[in-house]
């Protein structure tokens, strides 16, 4: 376009130019003057602007965002005879916070954490761009930008069954000695076979949530028992491939929606790499002053018994294993599973395996079972 042209006519040209304009110039504290603006029109696009114009179109884009309510407001700020944005879609540490979330993600390759941030970026002015340059470094971050594609597409997919009510299949795979991936093998019954097995290489199961826990995705599956109750299974999503929509619907999805939304809540507050197994109440001991060590694990509203000057009794919901005993004996010398016995009993015969590894002579190879 030649400078000079006559496009003051062009309204729609002259709006998106305007907008587009203010809202990489101009911030809740950074202004944009009306001749450097007309003045830019004119140098770099030949559309040519007079104060009329401006202002009607001023007041055509404060009321198109107000009908679409999109909180953006563009005002004239007396003081410095310039425009601001009052109301910006963003301020800059919520920015900040989403591209501290997506730097800080071990399952986001380097180079797409980068160009996600570019993205954001793109959200605030010039002036906040320069706040956003950040990097985190992340230990283990994913590497393989072909294997992170494969990832989100996986997520992508179990996303739409679970909204679609699909059932879904896939490969689930487990580092062995050597560090190869080893795929497990699954057996179902099978009416079309005369024996009723079959046995393959995919997984098939009822996906009902996908839930972000500890820098990992988790995939919940499950679905209604013969207790009429919800059963759920959890995979971590790193750990599967080659997710695929089945044409099959997912089984007791309506008793599930009508019963068992409470049931859920529960498997997601407790998802982690251990499946089928259920969360219950254990009571622990601890001193007063490790209350901190309690909360930050199982946050501030687990309850608190006060028991006497030294000690008090924490009551929470986990799910019993190897992965609670670790990190309880990782803690504390004070910290003790108070109740209830059957879980103290595990506990204890959990530390006797441990101290039977050494009570074997390790060069005898019959000890090894």
């Not at 089945?246 to 529960?266: C, I, M, S, W, Y």
């Not at 879980?343 to 390790?362: A, F, N, P, S, T």
Request: proline share 2%; net charge positive; hydrophobic share 35%.
């Amino acid at each position: 376009m030649k400078k000079g042209s006559k496009q003051a006519n062009i309204k729609p040209l002259r709006l998106l130019l305007l907008k587009d304009y203010i809202l990489n110039n101009a911030d809740e504290k950074h202004g944009v003057k009306i001749n450097d603006m007309i003045n830019y029109f004119i140098d770099k696009y030949g559309v040519e602007f007079n104060i009329r114009t401006f202002y009607r179109d001023i007041d055509t884009l404060n009321e198109f965002e107000k009908k679409k309510k999109s909180g953006i407001e563009i005002k004239y700020d007396g003081r410095d005879r310039d425009y601001k944005i009052s109301k910006p879609n963003f301020k800059a540490f919520e920015l900040q916070l989403l591209i501290d979330s997506i730097q800080s993600s071990k399952f986001i390759t380097e180079r797409r954490a980068a160009m996600l941030t570019n993205k954001l970026k793109k959200l605030t002015s010039k002036h906040g761009q320069k706040s956003l340059d950040r990097r985190v470094y992340v230990p283990e971050r994913v590497r393989n930008a072909d294997e992170n594609a494969q990832l989100f597409k996986d997520i992508e997919t179990i996303h739409r069954c679970i909204e679609t009510g699909k059932q879904i299949s896939f490969k689930r795979w487990e580092y062995n000695s050597k560090k190869e991936k080893a795929y497990i093998e699954y057996t179902y019954f099978n009416k079309e076979k005369e024996n009723n097995i079959n046995t393959t290489g995919r997984a098939y199961a009822n996906p009902l949530a996908l839930v972000w826990k500890d820098n990992q995705y988790y995939l919940i599956t499950g679905g209604i028992g013969s207790d009429e109750k919800l059963m759920t299974v959890n995979f971590r999503v790193d750990r599967i491939e080659d997710v695929q929509e089945t044409e099959f619907d997912v089984r007791g999805r309506a008793e599930f929606d009508k019963q068992n939304k409470a049931a859920l809540k529960d498997a997601i507050s407790n998802v982690s790499m251990i499946g089928g197994k259920l969360p219950q109440k254990v009571t622990l001991r601890f001193r007063h002053s490790d209350v901190d060590i309690p909360i930050n694990r199982f946050g501030i509203d687990i309850p608190i018994i006060q028991v006497d000057q030294r000690y008090i009794h924490v009551i929470v919901d986990v799910v019993v294993g190897a992965e609670f005993f670790g990190w309880l004996f990782s803690i504390d010398i004070f910290a003790k599973i108070v109740s209830p016995a059957e879980v103290v009993e595990e506990y204890q015969k959990h530390l006797q395996r441990g101290l039977d590894l050494y009570e074997y002579d390790h060069t005898d190879p019959q000890m090894y079972f």
